[in-house]
């Protein structure tokens, strides 16, 4: 148990549709990050949000963005859905500004664009 | 985006054997990282590696960061049956606070 929590687990969104994800950190964490893995591939980098700011940002579009809210949990939007979006979205939480590297994730959100 | 070279890319193995894997990068990494996933479920932290030459154990796992700050490697020694999963190496650039990037990934099969 790493104490990040993510909801949905699964859901099924047609194409053109929005989704927002959302992730708890686990506690004492002020770092959240958004990561997509595809079928049979590592996780790819979205974006990090550091005490509520965005503070980095992978090779992603536009149409996927997100929020930190004060007690540090996360939500990640995704609009104009497409089908190359089902994948696996894991978030990650982590203790940023004290040095310490380690990440822990959440039990992933499985979306299918249909 | 980029993703770090895991190699071998699946392994097919007996229990009781030992296990070595490894990740290579063209560019230098500060931090390394370990991770474990089952099927569906997010990764496992198993590892992290904060210096080169650094060498670290959890249990029956041992990981070591490549002194040329390129590489990684891990080791399982004794194999279990819940040892089955797929396992991704990660590089973080600085210490703390920046993206984890991703190796590709060793599937490893006990066969019975």
């Known amino acids: 148990e790493t104490g990040v929590t993510q909801s949905p687990t699964h859901l099924i969104k047609t194409r053109g549709q929005q989704v927002t994800l959302r992730c708890s950190s686990q506690?004492?964490?002020?770092?959240v990050s958004w990561y997509q893995q595809a079928l049979g591939q590592g996780p790819q980098f979205i974006f990090q949000y550091y005490r509520e700011e965005e503070n980095g940002r992978g090779n992603f579009p536009p149409r996927f963005s997100g929020l930190q809210f004060p007690n540090y949990s996360s939500e990640l939007n995704v609009n104009a859905l497409e089908l190359d979006d089902s994948a696996l979205y894991l978030c990650?939480?982590?203790?940023?500004?004290?040095?310490?590297?380690?990440?822990?994730f959440g039990q992933g959100t499985r979306l299918t664009v249909v | 985006g980029q993703q770090l070279n895991q190699s071998p890319q699946s392994m097919f193995i007996q229990e009781g054997e030992d296990v070595s894997m490894n990740c290579t990068s063209s560019?230098?990494?500060?931090?390394w990282l370990w991770y474990k996933q089952d099927p569906g479920e997010g990764p496992v932290l198993l590892i992290a590696?904060?210096?080169?030459?650094e060498l670290t154990s959890n249990g029956r796992l041992t990981a070591q960061f490549g002194i040329t700050r390129k590489d990684s490697f891990l080791n399982i020694s004794a194999s279990i049956p819940s040892d089955v999963g797929i396992y991704f190496c990660?590089?973080?650039?600085?210490?703390?606070?920046?993206?984890?990037?991703f190796g590709t990934g060793t599937r490893l099969t006990i066969i019975p």
């Open positions: 590696l904060y210096k080169a030459g």
């Open positions: 990650a939480s982590s203790p940023g500004g004290t040095g310490i590297a380690e990440a822990f």
């Open positions: 990660a590089g973080r650039r600085g210490a703390g606070n920046e993206k984890l990037t």
């Open positions: 560019s230098i990494f500060n931090t």
């Open positions: 506690s004492g964490h002020n770092t």
